[in-house]
T-cell receptor, first 116, second 112 residues
Framework: AQSVTQLGSHVSVSEGALVLLRCNYSSSVPPYLFWYVQYPNQGLQLLLKYTTGATLVKGINGFEAEFKKSETSFHLTKPSAHMSDAAEYFCAVSLSMDTGRRALTFGSGTRLQVQP | DGGITQSPKYLFRKEGQNVTLSCEQNLNHDAMYWYRQDPGQGLRLIYYSQIVNDFQKGDIAEGYSVSREKKESFPLTVTSAQKNPTAFYLC???????????FGEGSRLTVL
């Protein structure tokens, strides 16, 4: 069964500092990986996704993530945090060969705080 | 603009009452999903449907029911059998085998 672990339920950074949100996955087959962002009382918005090809994926709002198969990781980074980045971030996995329910499995989320 | 519309945004229910949450999409997606979100637990899958007139239970289906009579619509009923229904409910749809989920704005249900 696939699973996702997000290390750190809360992360606090200063404005302008590096953002690093950690995600590790468990999957028996090559995974598809996703990062979503959620603002209070809203739905989830896709930041970026990895399916095949280049392992460094660039997304919206200056975020990027790197798929590392040997480490089973898909960490999210942004070189310089902005106040508007304060939100909750979710990592999700979907099996590439899933012919069953084709649903995403989500991590428990990381709340990012940005200090002025 | 294409998207997913959930209604109502906020809903209050007395114990013992059934409530139905609406989810409509105009993205022409075949697959639709319902997730429940609780603080610190991420999103948990309730039900999903890959095609009209067919749906499957997710990880926490007890106390919930769905229907899929039209491609565009996937309503969720929270029944009185659901012991802890207060939560944020998210509807989503998906295109293709490797596609991402598109989410609605969510419905917050509070049991009084």
């Amino acid at each position: 069964a696939q699973s996702v672990t997000q290390l750190g339920s809360h992360v606090s950074v200063s404005e302008g500092a590096l953002v690093l949100l950690r995600c590790n996955y468990s999957s028996s087959v090559p995974p598809y990986l996703f990062w979503y962002v959620q603002y209070p009382n809203q739905g989830l918005q896709l930041l970026l996704k990895y399916t095949t090809g280049a392992t460094l994926v660039k997304g919206i709002n200056g975020f990027e993530a790197e798929f590392k198969k040997s480490e089973t990781s898909f960490h999210l980074t942004k070189p310089s945090a902005h106040m508007s980045d304060a939100a909750e971030y979710f990592c999700a996995v979907s099996l590439s060969m899933d012919t069953g329910r084709r649903a995403l499995t989500f991590g428990s989320g990381t709340r990012l705080q940005v200090q002025p | 603009d294409g998207g997913i519309t959930q209604s109502p945004k906020y809903l209050f229910r007395k114990e013992g009452q059934n409530v139905t949450l609406s989810c409509e999409q105009n993205l022409n997606h075949d697959a639709m999903y319902w997730y429940r979100q609780d603080p610190g637990q991420g999103l948990r899958l309730i039900y999903y449907s890959q095609i009209v007139n067919d749906f499957q239970k997710g990880d926490i289906a007890e106390g919930y029911s769905v229907s899929r009579e039209k491609k565009e619509s996937f309503p969720l009923t929270v029944t009185s059998a659901q012991k802890n229904p207060t939560a944020f409910y998210l509807c989503a749809s998906r295109v293709g085998f490797a596609g991402e989920l598109f989410f609605g704005e969510g419905s917050r249900l509070t049991v009084l």
